[in-house]
């Protein structure tokens, strides 16, 4: 039962005078300005764009009956019990596609970020709490597809691998870690069209060698010394890089003479040993040429 309205209170107007009291200092009836659009309910875009429409923060009424310490909090609280609903459906979620198609299969739907398609079926379990019978029967077909093109692409590639051409490593790699300790960061033998660097250490393709023919990458050398050429990879370029590793020192030396520029920096050669040589003085003793 509410307070009884006392003698005092008839010193201020009667609109004025709180009909519930809530936990706080406030109360319910009073109304708090809407800061977005200063409480007039309508915005405009200023002298630059002339237009004027309803405040959407208020919708247009220009004040809120709760303050924005409340408005926030009680936000917190929808936004904590959304999250923790949507953390419960991913957990049944899981659940029910590991016992469709294993660990394995669930982490490749979570991993299918380039498919809009599951990407928006694990949205919709997130709000549900579960995939219906026809979209479990989608990511089972799929991943059963997934899996097929696995397999023909791992027999691709082993075949492709073992009638890849083979590279003597030894010298280029010996001329690649000279430069490497001479403090050249990022070392490219040129030779022809080719361009030949070293793989990042911390990435998968560690210990090989990547190969570009004209400026664009036409595969690479594994440690193995097997060189797996893209499809789009000239046929020649196989070859070619035989010939360098049957003997560097010619063919670098040939590069120079036919194109005027070190096969080790790039730059053009102007020194009389070093267009005789084909090799810039620097990079004979950096590289260890």
């Not at 429409?53 to 959304?82: E, V």
């Not at 394995?104 to 997130?126: C, D, P």
């Not at 190969?211 to 595969?219: L, P, R, S």
């Amino acid at each position: 039962m509410s307070d009884p309205i006392s003698f005092a209170d008839l010193e201020v107007p009667f609109d004025q005078i709180p009909t519930k009291k809530t936990t706080g200092e406030f109360a319910k009836n009073i109304q708090f300005p809407c800061a977005k659009c200063a409480g007039q309910g309508t915005v405009s875009g200023g002298y630059l764009r002339p237009w004027k429409g309803k405040c959407f923060a208020c919708n247009g009424k220009g004040f809120f009956m709760t303050s924005a310490a409340d408005r926030a909090a009680a936000k917190g609280k929808r936004i904590l019990k959304k999250e923790k609903t949507q953390a419960k459906n991913a957990d049944k979620t899981k659940t029910q596609v590991v016992e469709a198609i294993g660990e394995a299969g669930y982490a490749w739907l979570v991993g299918a970020t380039w498919s809009e398609f599951y990407q928006e079926l694990l949205g919709k379990a997130k709000q549900y709490g579960e995939l219906s019978e026809r979209q479990l029967a989608a990511v089972v077909s799929g991943y059963a597809k997934q899996q097929a093109r696995d397999v023909v692409r791992a027999t691709e590639r082993a075949e492709r691998t073992a009638s890849a051409p083979s590279i003597e490593l030894v010298r280029i790699r010996e001329l690649l870690d000279n430069a490497l300790g001479n403090s050249i960061k990022k070392p490219i033998l040129r030779c022809g069209d080719l361009a030949i660097s070293i793989a990042p250490v911390t990435g998968t393709n560690a210990g090989s060698l990547y190969v570009k023919d004209a400026g664009n990458y036409a595969g690479k050398i594994t440690s193995e010394g097997k060189f797996l050429a893209v499809r789009e990879a000239r046929a020649e370029v196989g070859t070619e890089l035989q010939v360098l590793a049957a003997d560097p020192l010619a063919a670098l030396s040939a590069h120079g003479h036919k194109t005027g520029q070190c096969s080790c920096c790039g730059r053009a050669l102007t020194e009389a040993t070093s267009v005789k040589l084909g090799i810039g003085p620097i990079c004979r003793e950096k590289w260890g040429i």
